[in-house]
Structure formats: structure tokens, C-alpha cells
T-cell receptor
Framework: GEDVEQSLFLSVREGDSSVINCTYTDSSSTYLYWYKQEPGAGLQLLTYIFSNMDMKQDQRLTVLLNKKDKHLSLRIADTQTGDSAIYFCAENSNYQLIWGAGTKLIIKP | KAGVTQTPRYLIKTRGQQVTLSCSPISGHRSVSWYQQTPGQGLQFLFEYFSETQRNKGNFPGRFSGRQFSNSRSEMNVSTLELGDSALYLC?????????????FGPGTRLTVL
């Protein structure tokens, strides 16, 4: 069945890189997404990657996709306090998004 | 362009009551999806509407229903509320839906069932 898994917490020091990992199971997904949710706010699309790509870079964000292992990662370079949020990995399937549980990114000063 | 709006933002109901939540998509968007977010279950898909037709439905009981109007605005209804229905209900709109169209989310309606 479809399932998206990610670890629940990640703690990094300000200025370091953060790497959030995700595994998915639906090999037919054409797009994979990373969303950010800040406290009291809705979900904001950070970036996405098409399934025929291996990597996508957008300023401080780098997405890596390993289709063979169904593994997706999001790297945030030079992590700032404003990056504190919950990050969700999601895959599309039949007009809906299948979500991971979300990884809470904690920034240490 | 105005974003996705959801009303009300907060709602408190008691068990057994029913509730209607409203979502106004971004102008020009024809697809509206609804999600339930809870600490225990995370984000779960409820249903998706496009041009007033439900195209997909998640695994929720029949107490959860929705509809979409000709102006693309959507409502969802929950009847006979249970304590477990307490959640943040998120609405998202996109131009057509399908494999890639960015979904824009509203701020959500926080429903508390007492």
C-alpha cells in the first residue's frame, strides 16, 4: 500500500546543514513534494521534484531523489532560526497527496 | 491574488452536533481538496472536488461529506460529531489537480469537539 515515512525530529545547530529524509512506496508517483508548516500556519510548498530527476537545487534547498530505494531527502544549507518548522514529505497519487508524519526541525543556537 | 480562505478559523462543538466548514479557493482554481490533520494520525486526505464533482475520496466514514459549488467554493460537513473529529481541517486549491499542480493551502479550521 501507499505509505510515506519520515523521522519525527531533527535537531541541528544554527548555521549547519539540515538533512530531512523520507521514504515512500508508490513507485508510480510522478511528483514528490516538501511542504513546510510553521506553528499556527497552513502548509507551504517548499519545493518539489519530478520523478525522472535525481536532484533539484533551489537557493538553500537541495532535494535528492533515489528512485531505486524510494528515498527522498531535503537538505537545508546554513540553517537559520526561521527554518524552525515541521517539514512534510508527500507524494501524489490519484488526485490526492499522501503525507509523511512530518519532521520537526529544532534549531539550537 | 487572494489566497485560500477558510471559515470559520475556530469552532467548538459538542458530541452529536453537526458542523459545516467553508473553503474559498484562489480565483481561477477549480480543484479543491480537504485534509484532516491530527497529532495522532497526521495529515489524511478527505476528498477532492473538481468542477462540482468529487473525483476522489479518502477512508473516512460517511459522516464526512462535501460539495463544491459552481464558483468553485467548497464546503465540508461532518454530522454526528465525535470527540475524535477534533482536528485541524485544511483546504487546498489548485488549478486542475492531478499529477502536478501546486496545491495552495488555507490556514485551516480548528475544530474542537467537547
Amino acid at each position: 500500500g501507499e505509505d510515506v515515512e519520515q523521522s519525527l525530529f531533527l535537531s541541528v545547530r544554527e548555521g549547519d546543514s539540515s538533512v530531512i529524509n523520507c521514504t515512500y512506496t508508490d513507485s508510480s508517483s510522478t511528483y514528490l513534494y516538501w511542504y513546510k508548516q510553521e506553528p499556527g500556519a497552513g502548509l507551504q510548498l517548499l519545493t518539489y521534484i519530478f520523478s525522472n530527476m535525481d536532484m533539484k537545487q533551489d537557493q538553500r534547498l537541495t532535494v535528492l531523489l533515489n528512485k531505486k530505494d524510494k528515498h527522498l531527502s531535503l537538505r537545508i544549507a546554513d540553517t537559520q532560526t526561521g527554518d524552525s518548522a515541521i517539514y512534510f514529505c508527500a507524494e501524489n497519487s490519484n488526485y490526492q497527496l499522501i503525507w509523511g508524519a512530518g519532521t520537526k526541525l529544532i534549531i539550537k543556537p | 491574488k487572494a489566497g485560500v480562505t477558510q471559515t470559520p478559523r475556530y469552532l467548538i462543538k459538542t458530541r452529536g452536533q453537526q458542523v459545516t466548514l467553508s473553503c474559498s479557493p484562489i480565483s481561477g482554481h477549480r480543484s479543491v481538496s480537504w485534509y484532516q490533520q491530527t497529532p495522532g494520525q497526521g495529515l489524511q486526505f478527505l476528498f477532492e472536488y473538481f468542477s462540482e464533482t468529487q473525483r476522489n475520496k479518502g477512508n473516512f466514514p460517511g459522516r464526512f461529506s462535501g460539495r463544491q459549488f459552481s464558483n468553485s467554493r467548497s464546503e465540508m460537513n461532518v454530522s454526528t460529531l465525535e470527540l475524535g473529529d477534533s482536528a485541524l481541517y485544511l483546504c487546498a486549491s489548485t488549478t486542475q489537480g492531478g499529477s502536478y499542480n501546486e496545491q495552495f493551502f488555507g490556514p485551516g479550521t480548528r475544530l474542537t469537539v467537547l
